[in-house]
């Protein structure tokens, strides 16, 4: 059963007739200083047939497209003149200029499941209440339309569409002003925890994108999506997306899992599923050696990983704007690879800090730790295999055991062969605890002009992410035995020139013996603790 290649996202075809009638409705009128404007004076972009409709999810800030505007109506600006100069009768009301309204109606997105809350609007950048004589509003599920206004107005079903009757266009202006909406989509899939309050639940987005392409409700593994959206729920990982472009269905569904980790697959069943990736998720299979054929480990080391991370996403607290994180540092890493090696990300399916810094503070986790993955090829015993299971793996020829990968894929090369080819990946998010500090701010500057202290040697390492320590901080120190005897030292923190809580004992060996390195005269005898 193939994924079908349907194009997510609606078109609508505009009515030729009705553009050409506003286009007509200006009359013509003798030019002189003070004459009011005509609406092919106006600078207006009207959507061209054929334009997309954003699918939404979440709370979101996007424009409207124009599809019908008209019933231009001009007001005179009258000023009481000062009087006393030629051609003026004192104190006579002059006309000053003209007040513009105008008819607009604009769409704003497509559903499938739900509706769309309409939030807040900006009017030229500015949060503000949109000055108009009257607004209709189809939340994508009513029998709202502008008839009563529009000469054979369509109902546009399963479209957010808005109407505004007689919008004011402000003073002596040839611009329609720039409405920007803050609309928030309420998804109606039947999983638990659809909405959340930070967006809508990935599962539920994924599901709705299925059907909005066409499949039917019995090809999808309801099953597979509620567990799935229980997950992120627990997470707390709400999405705030916008689809304005053409895609197909797998583009559409690697949108939502650029941000959320999890994987999109037809099961056993011929049904379509998900599946998140949860740490404590259950072995479906264990693989024994004698079952490996073809096997390869590959394994980065530290040197190649990142050090210094960080994330874009949405800020709704600074209008919706993208915004950066405060980076992930990892020191260790930095001290292993003897450089700075950066990577960014983006999270702009979130729209506020916390959960943007927490997302990529799990992400950062399992980017700094070498994350071990196996291709390897078995007989046909584990065919019921589907991408996203894990599986328990033992290889006694590397000394693996018990080690614990998820799927990536699962390949056919030959029925005749009766072998299949599988690539997995370890379970990273399974070896640590997701705890992690609160970053600051929202924006990160670093001042290239000012240089790092210069150090001959250094006497404290921290040591990196791992499943032993995971989120506690570990690090070994370089110290010297100045009576050779000792068994053990105090190690003080302090921020700046006072102390930052109890000194800690530092009490056990790393290392047996000495370093078999030259070091300074007066450190004679060294080793790690």
Not at 17 to 23: E, F, G, K, R
Not at 66 to 85: D, P, V
Not at 106 to 122: R, S
Not at 403 to 424: E, T
Request: glycine residues 6%.
């Amino acid at each position: 059963m193939a994924v079908p290649l349907i194009v997510i996202g609606i078109s609508i075809a505009l009515s030729a007739a009705a553009s050409i009638y506003a286009l007509h409705l200006a009359s013509k009128q003798k030019k002189n200083t003070l004459s009011p404007q005509t609406l092919d004076s106006f600078g207006i972009t009207q959507a061209r047939e054929g334009s997309v409709v954003p699918a939404i999810y979440g709370r979101v800030r996007l424009p409207g497209n124009i599809i019908y505007y008209g019933n231009l109506i001009t007001t005179e600006i009258r000023m009481q003149a000062e009087g006393g100069g030629k051609g003026f009768g004192g104190g006579e009301e002059q006309v000053a200029g003209y007040k513009y309204f105008l008819d607009v109606w604009e769409t704003i997105a497509a559903v499938k499941t739900g509706y769309v809350n309409l939030v807040d609007t900006y009017v030229n950048d500015n949060r503000e209440a949109v000055e108009t004589a009257e607004t209709l509003y189809n939340n994508g599920t009513t029998e709202i339309s502008p008839s009563a206004y529009v000469t054979d107005a369509n109902k546009l079903g399963s479209i957010v569409h808005i109407f505004y009757r007689r919008l004011d266009l402000g003073d002596n202006t040839t611009q329609v002003p720039t409405i920007h909406f803050i609309v928030e989509r309420i998804l109606a899939t039947g999983l638990p925890s659809e909405n959340l309050a930070n967006g809508s639940n990935p599962a539920a987005i994924i599901y709705d994108l299925l059907l909005m392409a066409g499949v039917a409700a019995n090809e999808i593994d309801f099953n597979s999506f509620s567990n799935s959206a229980t997950f992120w729920a627990s997470k707390g990982y709400g999405l705030n997306l916008i689809l304005s472009e053409q895609k197909n269905l797998h583009e559409c569904i690697n949108t939502v899992f650029a941000q959320v980790d999890g994987t999109f697959f037809i099961n056993s069943s011929g049904k379509y599923a998900i599946q998140a990736f949860d740490p404590s998720q259950a072995v479906t299979k264990a693989i024994t050696t004698k079952d490996f054929y073809e096997f390869s480990l590959q394994r980065p080391s530290y040197s190649q990983l990142p050090n210094f991370l960080r994330a874009s996403f949405i800020d709704q607290a600074q209008d919706f704007s993208e915004r950066m994180t405060s980076p992930f540092v990892s020191d260790a890493g930095i001290q292993s690879a003897g450089r700075v090696i950066e990577k960014s990300f983006d999270l702009k399916g979130f729209r506020d800090i916390v959960t943007a810094q927490k997302r990529l503070a799990e992400i950062a986790k399992y980017n700094i730790y070498p994350v071990s993955k196996i291709d390897f090829s078995t007989n046909f015993k584990y065919a019921s295999l589907s991408p996203g299971e894990v599986i328990e793996a033992q290889y006694d020829d590397l000394g693996i055991t018990s080690a614990k990968f998820r799927i990536d894929s699962v390949d056919f090369p030959s029925v005749d062969s009766l072998m299949l080819k599988i690539k997995s990946t370890q379970v990273a998010e399974a070896l640590f605890d997701f705890n992690y500090a609160a970053f600051s701010g929202s924006e990160y500057s670093r001042n290239p002009a000012i240089p790092s202290a210069v150090v001959r040697y250094r006497t404290e390492f921290v040591l990196p992410y791992n499943p032993t320590y995971k989120s506690v901080p570990h690090r070994i120190f370089l110290i010297e035995r100045a009576q050779e005897f000792e068994n053990g030292c105090m190690v003080q923190a302090r921020s700046g020139s006072a102390p930052s809580g109890p000194p800690y004992n530092a009490g056990a060996d790393a290392a047996n013996g000495y370093f078999n390195v030259g070091f300074l005269r007066s450190f004679s005898k060294m080793s790690y603790l």
